[in-house]
């Protein structure tokens, strides 16, 4: 393969693995935008999505009943997390950080003692592949990239164009405006912190043929996720979509020429650029 095939192959993965950090990086973002809660435990969600599916599917045998029942298992998780950990504590930003510390090392310690500490592998539903500059890509990471699509469409319209999601937007502008006119807050911080955990998973999910399985696998997803978060703009999802696909494509890209390790480097030296360019981020708010 030469250079400008490996070139078009990277750049292809890049979008798709960008998309897989997006939909991380967007429940990150949800969470925080709409109440304020940095939560250190969304790899750990992201890595149970994951682990969740890898039994669903080594014991039915079926992909596509992992991919529905792993983002509703973990979204459960995420309400219960918040609804007995968060919400006693959700006006004290600090020990907010450390509760979701501790939710972390609780979810990864448990999967650790019951899913053991030897990477596995998801088998992807499907195995072929098509010509791609005179190589095969796999079928399996189109289908990541449609269904990645799909669920950030589908989270704009129901942002947009229902009525939680009205409730979720007016919260997010105004908290107690939005208290006076009866919409239920409470409410509300728990089902934004389900659905932002749910996103999680599924990214975990569709992440899981691609990568190994295993206890360890959200923290380098945290890095990420955070990475990309700031850099698109704490609480922006516009912005974590665009820093996501920037960062896919970019990591992509310098792995042609430099090692994976190196391309990350890279991208970390990214992040400084653009927060002394923009501390609040590429389409975060100046609270200027």
Do not use: C
């Amino acid at each position: 393969m030469d250079v400008l095939s490996q070139l078009l192959y990277q750049l292809v993965n890049g979008f798709v693995w960008g998309l897989i950090i997006a939909l991380i990086a967007l429940g990150l973002s949800l969470i925080f935008g709409l109440i304020e809660v940095v939560n250190i435990a969304h790899g750990s969600l992201y890595m149970l999505g994951a682990v969740l599916a890898w039994y669903v599917a080594e014991f039915t045998g079926s992909f596509w009943l992992a991919l529905a029942v792993a983002p509703v298992g973990v979204g459960l998780v995420g309400l219960l997390v918040e609804r007995v950990v968060l919400r006693p504590i959700e006006d004290r930003p600090i020990i907010t950080i450390i509760a979701t510390f501790g939710v972390l090392l609780i979810i990864q310690q448990g999967v650790l003692g019951v899913f053991g500490g030897a990477p596995r592998r998801i088998a992807a539903p499907f195995i072929q592949n098509f010509p791609l500059m005179g190589v095969g890509y796999p079928v399996y990471r189109v289908f990541v990239a449609i269904v990645s699509l799909l669920a950030i469409g589908t989270l704009w319209v129901f942002l947009q164009w229902t009525k939680f999601g009205l409730w979720m937007r007016a919260v997010r502008q105004n908290r107690e405006m939005a208290l006076a006119l009866g919409i239920p807050t409470h409410q509300v911080y728990m089902a934004t912190f389900g659905l932002g955990s749910a996103m999680a998973a599924l990214g975990g999910v569709l992440a899981a043929p691609i990568v190994t399985v295993e206890f360890q696998m959200g923290l380098k997803m945290l890095v990420t996720a955070f990475m990309v978060a700031v850099i698109g703009g704490l609480g922006s999802l516009g912005g974590s979509l665009v820093a996501a696909l920037l960062i896919g494509e970019l990591e992509g890209l310098l792995s042609v020429v430099i090692e994976p390790t190196h391309a990350r480097v890279v991208s970390l030296l990214l992040m400084a650029v653009v927060l002394l360019w923009k501390p609040e981020g590429i389409m975060g708010k100046s609270k200027a």
